[in-house]
Every structure is written in structure tokens, then in C-alpha cells.
Nanobody, 119 residues
Framework: QVQLVESGGGLVQAGGSLRLSCTAS????????MGWYRQAPGKQRELVAA???????NYADSVKGRFTISRDNAKNTVYLQMNSLKPEDTAVYSC?????????????WGRGTQVTVSS
């Protein structure tokens, strides 16, 4: 079993910054992919930024130039630096990881952390 623990959400004014972190722990050989998704009220969950299985990074068009994903492999942790936040960035941000286990891969989700951007 793998646990993903997120932190760093909160309330911030438009134009402000927040840094999210997500740490994976538990039983796995390695992490193949890890990233952040968000879901705003009444909307579908969407990719925000992620490290893909191929080792590249993907960003939603709406956050390019404002958000930066980074990672510390030794700590099994990914970070999401969010700058120039907008009210439309308000959502629950959830961490996702794909881990390598005996026999294949497993995907996991964190509980999510609320990000609220006031205008």
C-alpha cells in the first residue's frame, strides 16, 4: 500500500503564491509518474502538472508560465510552485502517483488539499 500526503494549500489573494508538496510512502520499488490534478466545484478533475512515465513534464495550458512542478527523488516528493494565482485556480488539488510494484504498476491518489484564491 502507498500513501500520498499533501500539504501547502490555503487561502491566498489573487497574484499571490503557494507551494504544494506531496510525499509518497509505503511499499513500492519506484515511482514512474507523479503529479497534480485539481477539481473545482461543478467541474471535472483536470491535470495541472505532472512528471510523466517518460520523464517529461506536462502542464495544463492554463498554468503554463505560472506553475512549476519539481521533485526530490530521494524523498519521493513532488512540489508544485504556484505563482500569480488567479481566482479560477481555486480547487481541490490532489496528488497522483504511479508506482512500480511486483507484477506491474499501481496508481494512487492523495486526499487533496484546498487552494482558494480570493479576488
Amino acid at each position: 500500500q502507498v500513501q500520498l500526503v499533501e500539504s501547502g494549500g490555503g487561502l491566498v489573494q489573487a497574484g499571490g503564491s503557494l507551494r504544494l508538496s506531496c510525499t509518497a510512502s509505503g511499499s513500492f520499488f519506484s515511482i514512474k509518474a507523479m503529479g497534480w490534478y485539481r477539481q473545482a466545484p461543478g467541474k471535472q478533475r483536470e491535470l495541472v502538472a505532472a512528471f510523466t512515465k517518460g520523464g517529461t513534464t506536462n502542464y495544463a495550458d492554463s498554468v503554463k508560465g505560472r506553475f512549476t512542478i519539481s521533485r526530490d527523488n530521494a524523498k519521493n516528493t513532488v512540489y508544485l510552485q504556484m505563482n500569480s494565482l488567479k481566482p479560477e485556480d481555486t480547487a481541490v488539488y490532489s496528488c497522483n502517483a504511479v508506482t512500480v510494484v511486483i507484477g506491474g504498476e499501481n496508481g494512487y491518489w492523495g486526499r487533496g488539499t484546498q487552494v482558494t484564491v480570493s479576488s
